[in-house]
């Protein structure tokens, strides 16, 4: 299979900047292996329940780089600056 280039991440991952499209193009990964990633990333709980093994090689490895993109959920939100006068 041939790995993914620059418009299929951009098509996958619309918001990902271009030093997270290099690392996810330089993974070698396939469009599988994306949206492999990607399903994982969405809602890992039927992926268990179904008895799917976790993502191994280089599927893992873009789980963890989409990940990067996802706010934790520990933050909050920044509060707005309040210009000085």
Not at 20 to 41: C, D, F, H, N, V
Not at 64 to 75: F, G, Q, Y
Request: aromatic letters at 2%; proline letters at 8%.
């Amino acid at each position: 299979m041939a790995s993914i280039t620059r418009n299929d991440v951009l098509k996958a991952v619309s918001h990902a900047d271009d030093v997270t499209i290099a690392k996810i193009i330089a993974s070698g990964a396939t469009l599988a292996e994306l949206a492999e990633a990607q399903a994982w990333l969405a809602n890992d709980e039927p992926l268990i329940n179904a008895g799917k093994p976790l993502a191994t090689g280089r599927a893992r490895e873009l789980v963890d780089i989409l990940s990067e993109l996802e706010p934790a959920e520990d933050d909050e939100p920044s509060p707005p600056i309040v210009p000085q006068d």
